[in-house]
C-alpha cells in the first residue's frame, strides 16, 4: 500500500507557481520522499526527491517539513507542457529497491 | 538521465496469442528491471521484479505462468504476455536501476490491445 496521500486533482494557471502537498505521517527514518511525474500515455518521469533537507534542481523544489511528516512539491513556473499526474513516494534511497505508486496528483495547467 | 527503451511502443494482437515486450537499458548496465501494469485512468501496479541471471519475484495475484519475465542479461527483460486475452490490454512499463545514479528509470510504455 502507498504510504503517502496526496489531492486527487489541482489547478494552475500557466506562469505560476504549482504547489502539490503530500502527506506521508508514517514516514521511517530512512525513507526518503520521491517525486515523479507521468504525461498521459508516457512512462514516469523521476523529479527529484530528498531525506529531510529542502532540495532543489532544474525542474523544481522540495519543502519537507521538519516532522518528515510532510512534503511541498514546488514547480516553479509551470506551463502547458507541465500537465501530468504527480506521485509522490516514500521509499530507502536503495535504487534496487521497488516503487509502489498511490494514485497522484493529477495537475492541470490552465491556459 | 539514463535511457530505457521498450518495444514495440504498440502492440495488437488476437485472444489466443502470446505477446512479447522488450525493455532495454541503452547507456547503463540494469542489476534489477521491474513490471508494471497501468489500465486508463489508474495507477502504476508493480508486476514483478527480476534481476540478471536469477527468476523474477512476483507480486501478489500475479500469474508467473501467464506473465513470463526473462532478465538474460544487464540491458535486457522481456515480458511474455502468454495466451492473451482482452482483459490483458493495458500499458505496460518497465524500469530500471543500475549505473553510478541511485535512481530507477522508466521506460516509455507499451500499450497491448488484445482484440
Known amino acids: 500500500d502507498a504510504k503517502t496521500t496526496q489531492p486527487t486533482s489541482m489547478d494552475c494557471a500557466e506562469g505560476r507557481a504549482a504547489n502539490l502537498p503530500c502527506n506521508h505521517s508514517t514516514i521511517s527514518g530512512n525513507e526518503y520522499v520521491y517525486w515523479y511525474r507521468q504525461i498521459h500515455s508516457q512512462g514516469p518521469q523521476y523529479i527529484i526527491h530528498?531525506?529531510?533537507n529542502n532540495e532543489t534542481n532544474e525542474m523544481a523544489s522540495l519543502i519537507i517539513t521538519e516532522d518528515r511528516k510532510s512534503s511541498t512539491l514546488i514547480l516553479p513556473h509551470a506551463t502547458l507542457r507541465d500537465t501530468a499526474v504527480y506521485y509522490c513516494?516514500?521509499?530507502?534511497?536503495?535504487?534496487?529497491?521497488?516503487?509502489?505508486f498511490g494514485k497522484g496528483t493529477r495537475l492541470h495547467i490552465l491556459p | 538521465g539514463a535511457v530505457v527503451s521498450q518495444h514495440p511502443s504498440w502492440v495488437i494482437c488476437k485472444s489466443g496469442t502470446s505477446v512479447k515486450i522488450e525493455c532495454r537499458s541503452l547507456d547503463f548496465q540494469a542489476t534489477t528491471m521491474f513490471w508494471y501494469r497501468q489500465f486508463p485512468k489508474q495507477s502504476l501496479m508493480l508486476m514483478a521484479t527480476s534481476n540478471e541471471g536469477s527468476k523474477a519475484t512476483y507480486e501478489q495475484g500475479v500469474e508467473k505462468d501467464k506473465f513470463l519475465i526473462n532478465h538474460a542479461s544487464l540491458t535486457l527483460s522481456t515480458l511474455t504476455v502468454t495466451s492473451a486475452h482482452p482483459e490483458d490490454s493495458s500499458f505496460y512499463i518497465c524500469s530500471a536501476s543500475g549505473g553510478s545514479r541511485n535512481e530507477q528509470f522508466f521506460g516509455p510504455g507499451t500499450r497491448l490491445t488484445v482484440l
Open positions: 530528498g531525506l529531510k
Open positions: 513516494i516514500v521509499r530507502p534511497l536503495n535504487r534496487d529497491d521497488k516503487i509502489i
